[in-house]
């Protein structure tokens, strides 16, 4: 039998108060009303295991990872994504290129066509889903760990000077 149970709460079940990262908390699994709930206690909030129990644990909240943490808003990296493709700068191809790919990740574009050359680098033609016009932009075809980096370079500016 298979059980799925959401993920550590971002509040105390029993005052509210948000679970800070690094803090011990109680995890409770109970029934409910047919339904099992997971239910998560900060130490200030724990009481003991509630009667209608079925096990319980005892954890350390988890650190926020801050690239993930920040969220990429798609309209202000639409915004950005534009300006870039406005300018056309060999030195932000790296960027604009991984910008497309998160915009298609998030839906907010979407892949026209791809055009391939024997002379030159494969060119996809992007369109964004609220009419904006074709882009094309160079597959560069990053390795995990550029993508990664550039995607983490993105994220950052985006929060500092993009954000509405």
């Known amino acids: 039998m298979e059980y799925h149970f959401k993920p550590l709460s971002k509040s105390c079940a ?6 800070q990262p690094g803090s011990w908390c109680h995890s409770v699994v109970v029934e409910r009303n047919g339904q099992q709930q997971r239910l998560d206690y900060s130490e200030a909030g724990w009481k003991g295991p ?8 005892r954890s350390q909240v988890p650190a926020l990872k801050s690239s993930q943490a920040i969220r990429i808003d798609p309209d202000a990296l639409m ?3 534009e300006q870039l493709s406005e300018e056309a700068s060999p030195s932000q191809e790296s960027q604009r290129y ?4 998160v915009l298609l990740k998030q839906r907010r574009l979407r892949l026209d066509n791809v055009q391939t050359d024997a002379e030159g680098p494969t060119q996809l033609i992007l369109e964004g889903t609220h009419g904006e016009g074709l882009f094309q932009v160079t597959d560069l075809q990053l390795n995990d760990e550029d993508a990664a980096r550039w ?6 500016h985006l929060t500092t000077e993009w954000t509405a």
């Open 98 to 101: 991984v910008a497309a790919l």
């Open 14 to 19: 029993a005052t509210g108060a948000p679970l």
């Open 50 to 57: 509630p009667d209608d129990a079925i096990g319980h644990w």
């Open 151 to 156: 995607q983490n370079e993105l994220k950052q």
């Open 79 to 81: 915004r950005y994504f």
